[in-house]
């Protein structure tokens, strides 16, 4: 929900009321993520976003001061809300910037949870800084935060970006602020190879520009990409970091400095558990978003070989994106009254893809759908292209050695009888290529977690 001014004069609290400051506002996720946190934690609260234009701050502060327990600021408010606060902690005065207001006893105390949320995340992903060669991209405020934690856990800092003089002004502020810090300023083409930790907090890919990127190529050394743009999941330069390199985009990081604001205000501690639970809720929703706005769709259809965990994928997944769950099996097997097995034996291969032809059309025109095709459902044209008028078509490019395991004691398949593993070798071999042409996207992994996301990454 979003108040003008004028609602928000207006409004009369009937339970605690936490609200985020900005202009424009429009696009923000806070009241969707404070509500998920309120509701994770067990609190019977109101949170909404109120557009407020710079020269109505004041008003805002003193008409929050009276219906508010606290608030959120984004952009333009950070630096201006120093103005009408009676207190700040150390963090939020040396970064010059405020996301996070307390009411308390009569009086409005500032805070910043960016750098909370930045450092929760690096914690989260098990990466230590100290001793590290670490490259800030940027000279912005979420930059500053990047580069302010970085240096005062011991990382050896170096600022870069367009405007080295830019980059130079930040380095000696920091500097004033941690004298014994290590941090310098480097151009892009001179970073070191030994360089481990890369942070972007430019707006540099960032949708709509999402090829977008502060950096072409990164250093040999890379181990950790960490974006704080995450729309898109996968950013350009997260898609540059070495194979073996861990990526993060920005996500977690508002999520995890929402959540330290409601320890400001409560003294709530969440759990891990219902952190990732959020998280995945919040990822999962922006896919479907991305799925709308970018690809005109609003189906994600799963294909791959037997055994590649459709159904089990599809499941987990239309859970993250609240969404109904289709498995064209089982809606064929209910729709002929018979087992696969028994429609393969009664009508041929041939007069089974005719029936799951006809399943295709049927299902083409449903709407926020997962849908898990069965093994053989692309090998028509004519399928594929009803499959993909509202959905993504997604291939689980499941390795070979995990399919065989999962079949190992599957005796249902009419397509592998006899030797097992040779028919299940030749079958595989002949649809891979298949199912590659077809697809909008290929996914692999090994954990079901780690799927789901790369799903996401890939919209």
Request: glycine share 8%.
């Amino acid at each position: 929900m979003i108040l003008t001014m004028e609602e928000f004069r207006a409004y009369q609290p009937e339970k605690p009321t936490f609200a985020l400051f900005g202009h424009p506002i429009a696009h923000t996720m806070s009241p969707e993520l404070h509500a998920l946190l309120f509701a994770a934690s067990g609190k019977d609260c109101t949170y909404f976003a109120v557009d407020v234009p710079p020269e109505d701050l004041a008003e805002a502060m003193q008409i929050a001061s009276e219906k508010c327990g606290g608030l959120n600021l984004t952009i333009p408010h950070k630096k201006a809300v120093f103005d009408y606060l009676d207190a700040v902690d150390e963090a939020a005065r040396d970064l010059g910037s405020v996301n996070t207001v307390h009411f308390r006893d009569g009086k409005a105390i500032g805070y910043n949870t960016d750098i909370l949320g930045f450092s929760g995340s690096l914690e989260f992903d098990g990466i230590d800084p100290k001793g590290k060669i670490a490259v800030v991209c940027g000279y912005g405020g979420v930059s500053r935060v990047m580069a302010y934690h970085l240096a005062n856990v011991g990382a050896k800092v170096l600022i870069t970006g367009r405007n080295l003089a830019k980059a130079k002004a930040l380095r000696n502020e920091l500097r004033g602020y941690l004298p014994e810090a290590d941090i310098d300023i480097m151009p892009a083409t001179q970073l070191p190879r030994a360089t481990e930790i890369v942070v972007n907090g430019t707006p540099l890919g960032m949708y709509p520009h999402e090829d977008g990127t502060p950096l072409d190529k990164l250093p040999v050394g890379t181990t950790y990409v960490f974006d704080a743009v995450y729309n898109p999941p996968l950013t350009t330069i997260m898609r540059l970091a070495p194979g073996n390199a861990k990526t993060r985009n920005g996500l977690l990081m508002l999520v995890l400095q929402a959540a330290y604001a409601q320890t400001i205000w409560f003294g709530t501690q969440f759990e891990q558990a219902s952190l990732t639970r959020i998280l995945r809720l919040l990822a999962g929703d922006m896919a479907k978003k991305r799925l709308k706005t970018i690809y005109g769709k609003s189906n994600i259809v799963l294909c791959g070989f037997m055994g590649s965990g459709k159904t089990t994928i599809g499941r987990k997944l239309a859970r993250a994106l609240q969404c109904e769950f289709i498995d064209m099996d089982d809606y064929l097997e209910e729709r002929e009254g018979k087992k696969i097995s028994d429609i393969f034996a009664e009508v041929g291969e041939e007069g089974f893809r005719d029936i799951e032809t006809r399943c295709a059309h049927e299902i083409a025109d449903k709407t926020d759908c997962v849908i898990a095709l069965g093994g053989g459902a692309v090998l028509r044209a004519e399928n594929v292209e009803q499959y993909k008028k509202n959905g993504l078509l997604i291939h689980l490019n499941t390795p070979f050695y995990r399919i065989v395991q999962n079949l190992s004691r599957d005796t249902s398949r009419p397509l592998l009888q006899g030797d097992k593993e040779k028919q299940t070798r030749l079958l595989y071999n002949r649809r891979k290529r298949i199912y590659v042409s077809c697809a909008d996207r290929s996914v692999s992994g090994t954990r079901i977690s780690e799927i789901i996301d790369s799903i996401f990454n890939a919209i």
